[in-house]
Protein backbone atom coordinates (compact mmCIF):
# COMPACT_ATOMS: atom_id res chain seq x y z
CA UNK A 1 0.00 0.00 0.00
CA UNK A 2 1.02 3.66 -0.93
CA UNK A 3 1.21 6.04 2.24
CA UNK A 4 -0.98 8.16 0.22
CA UNK A 5 -4.09 5.55 -0.25
CA UNK A 6 -2.71 4.42 3.63
CA UNK A 7 -3.79 7.77 5.22
CA UNK A 8 -7.03 8.23 2.85
CA UNK A 9 -8.96 4.88 4.54
CA UNK A 10 -7.66 5.81 7.75
CA UNK A 11 -9.51 8.69 7.52
CA UNK A 12 -12.47 7.38 6.05
CA UNK A 13 -12.64 4.70 7.99
CA UNK A 14 -12.56 7.38 10.91
CA UNK A 15 -15.13 9.64 9.48
CA UNK A 16 -17.32 6.50 9.38
CA UNK A 17 -16.54 5.90 13.03
CA UNK A 18 -17.24 8.99 14.16
CA UNK A 19 -21.19 9.14 11.97
CA UNK A 20 -21.71 5.80 13.65
CA UNK A 21 -21.06 7.24 17.39
CA UNK A 22 -23.41 9.71 16.86
CA UNK A 23 -26.17 7.68 15.42
CA UNK A 24 -28.65 7.27 18.47
CA UNK A 25 -31.74 7.96 18.57
CA UNK A 26 -32.54 10.78 20.82
CA UNK A 27 -36.15 12.11 21.74
CA UNK A 28 -36.81 15.58 20.00
CA UNK A 29 -40.54 15.64 20.54
CA UNK A 30 -43.49 13.62 21.98
CA UNK A 31 -47.01 13.81 22.71
CA UNK A 32 -48.75 14.27 25.12
CA UNK A 33 -45.52 17.02 25.49
CA UNK A 34 -43.19 16.40 27.89
CA UNK A 35 -43.61 18.24 30.83
CA UNK A 36 -47.20 19.29 29.39
CA UNK A 37 -50.66 19.14 29.68
CA UNK A 38 -53.74 18.08 27.25
CA UNK A 39 -57.03 18.90 28.52
CA UNK A 40 -58.20 15.27 27.55
CA UNK A 41 -56.94 11.86 27.79
CA UNK A 42 -54.81 10.68 24.84
CA UNK A 43 -55.50 7.82 22.58
CA UNK A 44 -51.68 7.24 22.06
CA UNK A 45 -48.21 8.07 22.70
CA UNK A 46 -46.55 9.73 20.17
CA UNK A 47 -42.60 10.02 20.58
CA UNK A 48 -40.47 11.41 17.70
CA UNK A 49 -36.60 10.40 17.32
CA UNK A 50 -33.71 12.28 16.10
CA UNK A 51 -33.18 8.75 14.15
CA UNK A 52 -35.71 5.68 12.71
CA UNK A 53 -35.83 3.23 15.36
CA UNK A 54 -37.29 -0.24 15.18
CA UNK A 55 -40.75 -0.70 16.90
CA UNK A 56 -39.85 -4.56 17.40
CA UNK A 57 -37.19 -3.38 20.29
CA UNK A 58 -38.43 -0.37 21.00
CA UNK A 59 -41.32 0.93 23.34
CA UNK A 60 -42.90 2.71 26.40
CA UNK A 61 -44.36 2.48 29.73
CA UNK A 62 -47.08 4.40 31.30
CA UNK A 63 -47.69 4.86 34.80
CA UNK A 64 -50.12 6.76 37.00
CA UNK A 65 -49.04 9.17 39.93
CA UNK A 66 -48.91 6.45 42.31
CA UNK A 67 -47.30 4.16 40.30
CA UNK A 68 -50.17 1.72 39.34
CA UNK A 69 -48.83 0.68 35.52
CA UNK A 70 -51.35 1.59 32.84
CA UNK A 71 -52.14 -0.70 29.67
CA UNK A 72 -50.31 0.39 26.32
CA UNK A 73 -50.72 -1.19 22.87
CA UNK A 74 -47.86 -2.26 20.93
CA UNK A 75 -45.84 0.04 19.16
CA UNK A 76 -45.48 0.90 15.79
CA UNK A 77 -43.60 3.41 13.81
CA UNK A 78 -45.63 6.20 11.94
CA UNK A 79 -45.58 4.98 7.98
CA UNK A 80 -45.00 8.54 6.84
CA UNK A 81 -42.20 8.84 9.63
CA UNK A 82 -39.87 6.20 10.74
CA UNK A 83 -38.67 8.04 13.27
CA UNK A 84 -41.97 8.31 15.12
CA UNK A 85 -43.23 5.70 17.54
CA UNK A 86 -47.01 5.29 17.77
CA UNK A 87 -48.35 3.24 20.77
CA UNK A 88 -51.67 3.56 21.91
CA UNK A 89 -53.07 3.64 25.69
CA UNK A 90 -55.13 1.05 26.32
CA UNK A 91 -57.99 3.17 28.69
CA UNK A 92 -59.04 6.28 29.25
CA UNK A 93 -56.74 8.23 31.70
CA UNK A 94 -58.44 10.11 34.79
CA UNK A 95 -57.10 13.28 35.22
CA UNK A 96 -53.61 13.55 36.71
CA UNK A 97 -50.20 13.36 36.40
CA UNK A 98 -48.23 10.40 34.57
CA UNK A 99 -45.30 9.26 33.75
CA UNK A 100 -43.74 7.96 30.63
CA UNK A 101 -40.60 5.34 30.34
CA UNK A 102 -39.52 5.54 27.17
CA UNK A 103 -37.05 2.75 24.94
CA UNK A 104 -35.75 3.03 21.51
CA UNK A 105 -33.22 1.39 18.86
CA UNK A 106 -32.44 3.13 16.38
CA UNK A 107 -32.05 0.85 12.77
CA UNK A 108 -28.33 0.85 13.60
CA UNK A 109 -29.32 -1.34 16.78
CA UNK A 110 -27.79 1.54 19.07
CA UNK A 111 -30.15 1.80 22.08
CA UNK A 112 -31.63 5.00 24.02
CA UNK A 113 -34.09 5.16 27.00
CA UNK A 114 -35.53 7.98 29.13
CA UNK A 115 -38.68 9.12 30.76
CA UNK A 116 -40.88 11.84 31.16
CA UNK A 117 -43.94 13.33 33.03
CA UNK A 118 -47.34 15.02 31.11
CA UNK A 119 -50.45 16.05 33.10
CA UNK A 120 -53.99 14.99 31.81
CA UNK A 121 -56.97 17.74 33.13
CA UNK A 122 -55.08 20.06 35.10
Known sequence: MTSSFRIGFMAAAFALASQSAQAHALLESASPPVGGSVANSPSQIRLTFSED????????QLAAEAGAAIPLGRPSVDPADRKTLVVPIGRELAAGRYKVSWRAVSVDTHRTEGSFSFTVGR
Do not use: I, L, N, T
Not at 53 to 60: D, I, K, R, W
Open 53 to 60: VVPQFSGA
